[in-house]
C-alpha cells in the first residue's frame, strides 16, 4: 500500500493513487518552529511584532486589535518608525523541539512540512488594519512595496534557519486571500505587490531542498490561480466551493492541486451531524474526482473547531475511498 507520501505525489502528478488523500494525513507540521504562540480562548496578548490579539470568547479564532490604542502601524508613509521585526531565534534551546520533532518523522511516510502564519497580505493588514492596509495599495503603493520588501527579507531569514534546523521537506503556509465570494484586491493589484514577494519566498525554499508548497487560502481566489501556478504552489488549501473546484480541477490540473471543497462553515459547527459530514464528503469526492483533489475541511489546520467533526469527515473520506478506488 502506498504511504500518505507518495499516495499525496500520485494524486497532483496524476499517477495512480490508491485511495483519496484523506485531509492532512500527508503533512507532519512542525509547529515548535513558531516563537509567537496561539492564545488560549478569551486571552489577549502582544506578539513579536508587537500586535495585539484578543481571542473573545464564543469565537472560533484569535483576532488583532486596530483601534487607535493598539494599532501598530499608524501611517504607511512612517512605516519605518513603528515597524520593526523581531530577532530570529538561532539557539540551540529554542529550536531543540523542532528539531527533534522533525526527526522522529519517516520522511517516507510523510512531509516534514515547516508552518508560517500569517502571510504577507495578512501581515500587512494585521499591522494596520483591512481598511487601511487596502487604501495604502491605493494610495501609497511605493511606501507599501517597502514594507512588503521588509516583511519578505524578515520571511527569508526566518526560512534560513528552518531550512537549516529542521530540513522541511514542505512548507505550508497560510495567507488569506479573499472572502467567501472574491478576492480582498483585484488581480492586477494582487500581481504588482504580493506576486514578486511570493515568488522570492517559494523560490527560496524550492531552492534549497523543499519539494511541496501548501499555501492556505480558504476563501475565493479563482481569480489568482494563475499567480498561484506562477509563484511555484503546489496545492493551494482551502479552496471554497464558491471557487466551483471541479472547473478549476479541469482547467489547471497537472499544474496546481486543490485540497478543500468541504467548507467549515458548512459542516463545522455546533449543530453539525454525521450525515451533513457524509453528504458533503459524497459530494466533494464525486464530483472532483480522483486527481489533482484532496478532500478537506477548509479550516487551516488538521483540526475542527468543534469537536469530533474533523475525525468524522475523516471517517466518510476513508468510506468514499473504498468506493470509488
Not at 485531509?23 to 509567537?36: A, G, K, P
Not at 521585526?85 to 511516510?109: C, L, M, Y
Not at 494585521?126 to 521588509?150: K, S, T, V
Request: hydrophobic share 40%.
Amino acid at each position: 500500500m502506498l504511504t500518505p507520501r507518495q499516495n499525496l505525489l500520485e494524486t497532483i502528478r496524476g499517477g495512480k493513487p490508491g485511495r483519496f488523500v484523506n485531509q492532512y494525513e500527508f503533512m507532519e507540521i512542525i509547529m515548535e518552529t513558531r516563537f509567537d504562540k496561539k492564545l488560549p480562548i478569551g486571552g489577549e496578548g502582544v506578539n513579536s511584532w508587537g500586535i495585539t490579539y484578543r481571542w473573545p470568547e464564543g469565537q472560533i479564532g484569535q483576532f488583532p486589535v486596530h483601534d487607535e490604542e493598539h494599532k501598530v502601524l499608524k501611517d504607511i508613509t512612517e512605516w519605518k518608525k513603528y515597524v520593526k521585526a523581531p530577532e530570529i531565534p538561532t539557539s540551540d534551546e529554542f529550536w531543540g523541539q523542532a528539531v527533534a520533532h522533525a526527526k522522529s518523522v519517516d520522511r517516507n511516510e510523510k512531509f516534514v512540512t515547516a508552518f508560517i502564519a500569517p502571510g504577507i497580505f495578512e501581515q500587512c493588514h494585521n499591522l494596520m488594519g483591512m481598511e487601511d492596509a487596502l487604501m495604502a495599495l491605493y494610495e501609497e503603493p511605493e511606501a507599501m512595496h517597502e514594507l512588503i520588501d521588509y516583511l519578505v527579507d524578515f520571511e527569508l531569514a526566518y526560512a534560513k534557519e528552518i531550512i537549516d534546523h529542521i530540513h522541511p521537506d514542505a512548507l505550508f503556509h497560510h495567507d488569506d486571500w479573499g472572502s467567501q465570494k472574491n478576492s480582498f484586491i483585484s488581480p492586477e493589484m494582487f500581481e504588482e505587490f504580493y506576486l514578486p514577494a511570493y515568488k522570492k519566498v517559494y523560490g527560496f525554499y524550492k531552492a534549497n531542498g523543499v519539494e511541496l508548497i501548501v499555501h492556505h487560502s480558504d476563501s475565493y481566489a479563482a481569480n489568482l490561480v494563475e499567480y498561484m501556478i506562477e509563484m511555484g504552489i503546489d496545492i493551494w488549501q482551502g479552496v471554497m466551493t464558491t471557487n466551483n473546484t471541479p472547473e478549476l480541477i479541469k482547467k489547471y490540473g497537472g499544474k496546481i492541486s486543490f485540497m478543500g471543497d468541504l467548507d467549515s462553515g458548512t459542516i463545522d459547527f455546533p449543530d453539525w451531524t454525521q450525515e451533513i459530514c457524509g453528504a458533503e464528503v459524497r459530494r466533494a469526492c464525486t464530483n472532483c474526482g480522483k486527481l489533482y483533489f484532496i478532500p478537506c475541511l477548509t479550516q487551516g489546520l488538521g483540526i475542527s473547531s468543534f469537536p469530533g467533526v474533523y475525525d468524522c469527515v475523516s471517517t466518510e473520506i476513508a468510506k468514499m475511498s473504498k468506493e470509488m478506488f
